[in-house]
């Protein structure tokens, strides 16, 4: 259900559902993910190596420090701009991706259910959605990289306070490398996702064809899997731009490091940190987009099977 399907007429929703959906599966994923989404944020910010004296060592290691130093609520820190972030990516990018592969079935003859095509849309749609929120994503990635004492009380606070220190530019800090980053990222997941369930359908018996919510869950997550795993860098580079400006709240993990732009931040990780320093954090990411991506489209199709349930039984009640 995830596109354009021109085999399924009957069965199309409005932009308003498709936007609810999306903005559902957003909440559910980001409320999920949130720990891990906090414990990759700080491995991409430390400089230190995460085997040798980082103050960060390792999943269980990062897990239990930050409980310890600040507390459960510590792994939800930035909870409000990302579920704005979350509900408000989701609506924009599903009803840009619906959009687009209607736009591709009706304007031209390529097959709008074509992995390719997936890759191209989700793509797009992806930009679209980031050219949104991204002050939501900076905001975010603020409060999940500041310790104890907070710099930030409140979200009110730090978009005062960023944007008298700085003024609105702050907001898009980061901005190229991650649209640079999210056009493949979200391309990979959707084309993905396509592949993946084809495969599934290929592969396993008609009877399992028929759990779709397990088709789902699973081809999502492996799209997840892969995506995440082809784009991380470009990730790691947005997240350290994004605290430029910001390092007095990020003295008490370890050196901070202030980048002229994405080429020198990238050339000075590289230089300072090495080759395993592109992919720090990889692994709690790994797990999150599994997850993540996994919940989003289950999610997402399950809601939009809602939307189509009741629609068949109004039109049931109405002819009856």
């Known amino acids: ?44 910010l430390q400089i230190e190596d ?13 897990a239990r420090l930050i409980l310890k130093e600040e507390g459960i609520s510590a792994f939800w820190k930035g909870h409000v701009p990302a579920q704005l972030l979350s509900v408000s990516y989701g609506a924009v990018q599903f009803m840009s991706f619906e ?10 003859t390529l097959d709008s259910r074509a992995p390719a095509v997936h890759f191209l849309c989700g793509g797009l749609a992806a930009c679209s959605a980031t050219l949104a929120v991204q002050p939501l994503d900076t905001l975010r990635t603020r409060f999940a990289a500041q310790g104890e004492p907070k710099v930030y009380r409140t979200l009110r606070h730090a978009v005062v306070t960023m944007y008298r220190t700085d003024g609105a530019s702050t907001f898009y800090r980061g901005l190229f490398p991650t649209l640079l980053a999210v056009f493949p990222y979200a391309g990979l997941q959707f084309s993905s996702y396509n592949f993946l369930q084809r495969i599934w359908s290929w592969l396993l018996p008609s ?21 995440k ?6 990730d790691l ?39 395993r320093g592109l992919f720090k954090g990889l692994s709690p990411s790994l797990i999150k987009a599994a997850v993540s991506t996994g919940l989003t489209f289950f999610t997402y199709e399950m809601v939009c099977s809602m939307f189509w349930s009741m629609k068949q039984t109004k039109d049931t009640q109405s002819r009856g």
């Open 1 to 44: 259900m995830v596109g354009y399907d021109p085999g399924s007429e009957g069965r199309i929703l409005s932009a308003t559902e498709v936007a609810t959906a999306g903005s559902l599966s957003g909440l559910v994923t980001r409320a999920a993910i949130s720990p891990l989404d906090v414990i990759k944020i700080r491995f991409q």
């Open 50 to 62: 995460l085997s040798g004296h980082g103050k960060y060592r390792g999943i269980l290691h990062a």
């Open 99 to 108: 959009a687009l592969t209607q736009t591709v079935h009706t304007s031209t």
């Open 207 to 227: 009877n399992y064809n028929k759990r779709d919510n397990l088709k789902s869950l699973l081809c999502g997550s492996g799209a997840g899997v892969i995506s």
């Open 229 to 234: 795993t082809v784009t991380y860098p470009l």
């Open 237 to 275: 580079f947005k997240k350290r731009l994004q605290v430029g400006g910001f390092e007095q709240a990020r003295a008490a993990f370890g050196e901070v490091r202030t980048y002229q732009g994405l080429v020198d931040c990238v050339c000075r990780i590289q230089k300072e940190e090495g080759f």
